[in-house]
């Protein structure tokens, strides 16, 4: 306990999300081995994974780096179905699943990285509405090109074209055939591996913010002159951000291909950027564990209005709505502090600072 | 950080709370074990609704139909899935917490190639009434098509054209991003090159510039194309035949099942698909009993001709009651024992539907039935 006091406010917050996460992923496991969790539940862990993976990592650019980006879904994509075809080729050779799973996500990872290079190096001297506007052209682009693209495995490797499939195969099969997206994706995420990419990334994202370049980038947000001035390099720090977001988004990407059988691109459109975004903003710009939490219940939360039918989607954005009033609104934020404050005081001494709360 | 603390209890709480709900719906799976649980993915929200509620509204009336007639009983429900592989695998899964025993697996192509790989996985038997692409059955053995593999739809249309010598020079125009669209054209020009026809002109377009055609109009008309095949779903091909009037450009039209549905679209004048013909298993002019009674009824039920989902949809469920009533098939068996029967039944059984008679099923699941030509005369289908 005294070493949990010692600790400097920050490293306490971070170990807490920590926590919460492992306690979740514990009492789903427990869950899934008592066999109590229904089939809807169960359907949804790894996309939900793949959905805090894509929170946090969006919430590095727009709440540690400051800037809006709109085409997060993009690096998704390109992780995605760069990873889905390094999985085909490798389950040739290699039978364990995890093994290729991992390779599968370094390659996602690496390909949404160089995109992010090739986007964030002309782009990143924008700011602000400008930043928005190009990246959200970005994702389009990428959407495009996918849609368009065609490759085939066969015994001779890999073919690729683009608009129309003129591929000439001995036999072998189609990984990638244009609008149709991928195809008999190997279906080999599971959530074991979701949870896993989740700490990873939650631990490179809490390692940079407390570091010296985590300290830089933040500055840059604050206050982008008085940065410069101390010899701060922008466009090395802003690139350094975005590019460790879009292979995190490749990596959430190849997670969540790799549990579905087919994938198209048309998944990856601005629609679900702008999601992630709103997990994001809903979460708290700069806070991971808002980011989770929020990933998480707006995922469940649309299969659980199920209910309600044809009203589904009304109710979601009414409770959205709630929601974003609910967590910005003073009074009530002041009346959950006064509770938290009354409830962690009983348990120290009755006494109580009730005229506080 | 107090705050936070307990939102994130009570975050806690509620994914438990949820997940106890979700074990409720299993539970009640052995109670009600007097009716065979049949379940559906579709649109039934969102731009592919009309499709999603035709296959729910038709498999509805059937399943009253079937269960008035004895014997077994099936319980239907649908989810939504709003056209997303995504969406379609939540909404499967939730299915399978109610206590699903067969599926109708998807209403369109792409959540039902998704679904598909689950039912396979799960070993759940589906009859999908209109996921007419070939990834949906491919490699999937419990997995069945009611409606044409999207090939079968691109070469019997060239072929058709060919037989019937409907045109000298012909234009295409499809989506380049939908697999149905595409699926249909590549087959249709392959089919049509071999049979000699004369395509002219091959312009394409994408959901996000379905809303001007002029450019792929024009191109077809310099070309001289006297008909023109349009693989694509009803909104777009609204479009298409309206703008063409514009232009005074007046081939003939040759669409494909997509089409059905364009004469009860709101807000398009039906005169311009006057002589607009197209192939479609269904028609709803048909003067036979049961589709007669069927457009009676769901006339009477949702105020509008049914569309060949619809068709497809209630044919499943007649085809499914058939296969159950062969192999005696009772409600308290399991989706897997129920899986190996229809399995069985399906390769080896003939059915007689209104989407066509004599239909048989390959064991890759694909079906085997003649398509109708049909032109659209006054308003209404009339068979060419």
Known sequence: MNYLKNMNKTTRSNMVTYLMVIVAFVIVQGMIATGSISSSLKGQLVPICAYVVMAISLNLTVGILGELSLGHAGFMSAGAFSGVVAAQCFSQNIDNPVIVLILAMIVGGIVAAIVGVLVGVPVLRLSGDYLAIVTLAFGEIIKGIVMNLYVGLDAAGLHFCMIKNTLEMDGGKMLINGPMGLIGVPRIATFVMGFVLVMVCLFVIFNLVNSKSGRAIMALRDNKIAAQSVGINVTSYKLMAFVISAAMAGMAGVLFATNFSTVVASKFDINTSILVLVFVVLGGLGSMRGSIIAATVLTVLPEMLREFSEYRMLVYAIVLIVMMIATNNATVKNALDGFARKFSFKKKSEKGENANG | ?384
């Not at chain 2, 993915?41 to 035709?54: C, D, E, K, R, V």
């Not at chain 2, 081939?251 to 192939?279: C, H, Q, R, S």
């Not at chain 2, 469920?317 to 308290?332: K, P, R």
């Open chain 2, 1 to 384: 950080m107090k705050m936070k603390k307990v939102i994130a209890t009570a975050m806690v709480g509620f994914m438990a709370m949820g997940m106890l709900a979700g074990c409720g719906g299993g539970g009640a799976k052995d109670d009600a074990a007097t009716a065979i649980k049949v379940g559906g993915t579709g649109p039934l929200t969102g731009g592919a609704a009309i499709y999603g509620l035709a296959v729910q509204r038709g498999a509805e009336i059937a399943v009253e139909e079937v269960n008035a007639l004895g014997g077994v009983q099936f319980e239907f429900k649908m989810e939504d899935d709003a056209h997303d592989a995504e969406k379609a695998v939540n909404a499967y899964n939730a299915l399978k917490d109610w206590g699903m025993q067969i599926s109708l697996g998807s209403v369109t192509s792409t959540p039902g190639t998704a679904t598909a790989a689950e039912n396979d996985n799960d070993r759940i038997f589906a009859l999908t009434p209109s996921a007419s692409a070939t990834t949906v059955t491919e490699g999937h053995d419990n997995v069945f098509q009611m409606c044409f593999a999207d090939p079968n739809q691109g070469s019997a249309s060239a072929q058709y054209i060919a037989d019937q010598q409907l045109a000298t020079k012909v234009g295409v125009i499809y989506k380049n991003d939908d697999v149905y669209s595409s699926g249909i054209y590549e087959t249709f020009a392959t089919r049509a090159n071999e049979l000699g026809l004369n395509i002219v002109s091959t312009t394409t377009f994408t959901t996000d510039s379905q809303n001007d055609f002029t450019v792929q109009l024009q191109d077809a008309k310099n070309a001289g194309a006297d008909l023109l095949f349009l693989p694509m779903y009803y909104d777009a091909a609204s479009l298409i035949l309206s703008q063409a009037n514009d232009m005074g450009y007046a081939p003939k039209f040759f669409g494909v099942d997509g089409m059905d549905g364009i004469l009860t679209m709101e807000g398009f004048n039906a005169e311009l698909a006057e002589g607009v013909m197209l192939l479609t298993p269904f028609s709803a002019d048909a003067d036979d009993e049961r589709t007669k009674a069927f457009v009676a009824k769901y006339q009477e039920l949702h105020g509008e001709v049914p569309n060949q989902f619809a068709a497809d949809a209630y044919d499943c469920i007649y085809a499914l009651y058939q296969a159950c009533e062969n192999a005696g098939a009772t409600a308290d068996m399991t989706a897997e024992e129920l899986n190996d029967l229809m399995m069985k039944e399906f390769t080896s059984m003939t059915f007689d539907g209104l989407t066509g008679t004599g239909a048989t099923w390959t064991a890759e699941g694909q079906v085997n039935k003649a398509p109708k030509g049909m032109v659209i005369q006054n308003g209404v289908y009339v068979g060419m």
